[in-house]
């Protein structure tokens, strides 16, 4: 098979490219390295250096594939605040781009990247994917207007989309010293040297932290998951664990034999206070649950931070 990963230099499309090579794929990486890494790259991929929201350069790269590992986004909810036209362009603009190229290429399958962002702060928790989608984020606009976006392809066009909401992903490939870097990765560089780690809001906000192979896991269901059952349809990605920061500081701290002292600072704008999934739909659908504790996957990503240093 032929696969088109966008944002394949980048933390979780790079993981996916692995995989795919791995099985025997030959793959194609739509990526601007804006924010991904060409040391990233498998070497049997093949690179598109450029834009997903450049009709040229996507349609360059998508000829001949069968399904596309749609992973290209500006990611940060914080970015999208002080951000937000370029956010759209990328986020909005760019899966339009994607997805009109690929309805055109005749590609089978395309699977989305979406975002546990789209529920806002649910009533309801752990939260289904009927839950109502009220997006407090540029970001999570975005999201949610490209999910719409993939719906109306399957309706309209006959494409075959899977959008999957990912919760919260960690893992190796995610660098602290990235402008908008994640938490566990922040978390983890302050304590292995020797600084205050920061927590935004009192460190009580909880999440459902969700380890990269379950991720790809999940993605490479969504592209042979039986059409019938997927097509046009979004699912949760997530271990169903809650997690608050401050759980996961003292899980760090244990890891690294160091007693977490943090700095505690104001909330950020767009975050919201728990986030946890109800995922059964997505074993249901795609034959697909994740298998990663929490402990194990701190304690791989702990390991490969640490050769950073």
């Known amino acids: 098979m032929q696969a088109l990963v966008t944002g394949g230099a980048g933390f979780i499309g790079s993981h996916i490219v692995d995989a795919l090579v791995a099985r025997g794929d030959d793959v194609v990486v739509l990526d601007d390295l804006s924010t991904g890494f060409a040391t990233n790259l498998h070497p049997s991929a093949t690179l598109v250096e450029g834009s997903v929201a450049d009709e040229a350069t996507v349609g360059r790269a998508i000829a001949g594939c069968e399904v596309v590992f749609h992973q290209a986004a500006h990611k940060a909810v914080l970015r999208s605040v002080e951000r937000p036209l370029t956010t759209d362009t990328a986020n909005t603009h760019g899966t339009l781009t994607v997805l009109k190229a690929a309805a055109d290429a005749g590609v089978r399958r395309f699977v989305h990247a979406s975002s546990s962002s789209v529920y806002g702060g649910a009533a309801v928790v752990p939260t289904p994917e009927s839950a109502p989608l009220l997006p407090r984020s540029p970001y999570a606009v975005t999201k949610l207007a490209a999910e719409h976006y993939c719906r109306v392809f399957t309706e309209l066009y006959g494409l075959e989309t899977v959008a999957l909401r990912y919760f919260n992903v960690y893992g190796p490939r995610q660098r602290p010293d990235a402008t908008y870097a994640a938490v566990i990765p922040l978390f983890v560089?302050?304590?292995?040297?020797?600084?205050?780690?920061?927590?935004?809001?009192?460190?009580?906000?909880?999440?459902?932290?969700?380890?990269?192979?379950?991720?790809?896991?999940?993605?490479?269901?969504?592209?042979?998951?039986?059409?019938?059952?997927?097509?046009?349809?979004?699912?949760?990605?997530?271990?169903?664990?809650?997690?608050?920061l401050l759980d996961i500081l003292a899980s760090l701290g244990t890891l690294l034999g160091v007693t977490p002292e943090p700095s505690f600072v104001a909330s950020r704008a767009g975050d919201v206070r728990h986030s946890l999934a109800d995922s059964t739909a997505a074993e249901r659908d795609l034959g697909y649950r994740c298998t990663v504790t929490l402990d194990d996957g701190l304690a791989r990503t702990v390991e490969w931070l640490r050769t950073l240093v």
């Open 189 to 244: 560089d302050a304590l292995l040297h020797g600084r205050a780690p920061e927590v935004h809001g009192d460190g009580l906000q909880s999440r459902d932290f969700t380890y990269i192979s379950d991720v790809v896991g999940a993605n490479l269901a969504a592209a042979t998951a039986p059409g019938a059952a997927c097509a046009g349809h979004a699912y949760n990605i997530a271990p169903g664990t809650a997690a608050s």
